[in-house]
């Protein structure tokens, strides 16, 4: 690793900065197609806030960057990521709107689908100047995304500042290349996610999205080296869903942890958790890849134990999959 990287002796403000949209989540009851509902349950749901919050239930100091509206539904948001621990300090007040998205859960063999009414959502019309990079220095990690970037030039130019404002003080940028084809094209992903990549210390990405957006299949280590190539990263760990996932280090060292059984009840936010649980263990020690991967693939499993987008973990939860017991918490 490299020594200019913030270890977790180290004094810091906050252990995670990040930046991105986190949209009101409006969900019909299980089995009651969208069109039909006359209820929707209302939470809240954004890859980079979904980060964020795991980390802050998991003792580590937070804080999430964006941009919302001054009204009910940007106070709501504020409001339920405060409570878990969120510093949302930072966040810019302006008179856009709120993106929305709606979901329709599924049950084999009808998929979940989702329905999102974001465009020109507060955050999309940000002025990347209005930003306080220095908020980046000294801390942990910063984390972004593949999603911001495809949400408007603005946004582009406000995850460049972050991650130059990371490099430029030695913090570590961690990113998760979370390809949505409703936002941009591959070719359109490639070009606007490279720029992070060139500036990136960990890289996570879905093996079907690195097919998507740059070709590479079969191996998860193949598509690991290939990122490896493509990018700036010591560290780019593969999902392969139900197989579990992949981690390959510049050096060429691989560790691969398997997948947890669970009994699914949202998968939704999932992807999030397992970022989340690697750089957890990642901060304390950057050279044990077994153990952030293994906690990836927990936080990961409990995550979809648990209803909306958000991790609702313990430290006491994520310290159960380092032992055995009684299935009954008693």
Known sequence: MSSSRVTGDDRRRYDLVTFGETMIRLTAEPGVRLE????????????????????????????????????????????????????????????????????????????????????????????????????????????????????????????????????????????????????????????????LLDRATLVFCGATDAETIWGPSGDPAMVAEELLNRSSAEIVVITVGERGSLALTRDGARHDQPALPVETIDAVGAGDAFAAGFIHRWLDDATSIPAALASAAALAALKMTIYGDNAIITPDDLALFDQSGPDIDR
Request: glycine content about 10%; hydrophobic content about 40%.
């Open 36 to 195: 039909e509902t006359g209820t929707l349950r209302v939470t809240i749901g954004g890859t980079e806030s979904n980060v964020a919050v795991a980390l802050a239930r998991l003792g580590r100091r937070t804080t999430w960057l964006s941009a919302l509206p001054d009204n009910a539904l940007g106070q709501r948001i504020v409001g339920e990521l405060r409570r878990h621990g969120v510093d949302t300090t930072h966040v810019l007040w302006t008179s856009g709107r709120m993106g929305v998205y709606f979901m329709e859960p599924g049950a084999a063999p009808r998929p979940t689908r989702v329905l999102y009414d974001r465009a020109e959502s507060a955050i999309a019309r940000i002025d990347p100047a209005a930003l306080d990079v220095s908020i980046v220095g000294g801390a942990g990690i910063l984390h972004l995304t593949g999603i911001t970037p495809a949400l408007s030039a603005g946004c582009r130019a406000a995850c460049l500042r972050l991650a130059d404002a990371a490099h430029a003080n030695g913090v570590p940028v961690s990113v998760d290349v979370n390809y949505r084809s409703r936002l941009w094209s591959p070719k359109q992903a490639a070009e606007g996610i490279q720029p």
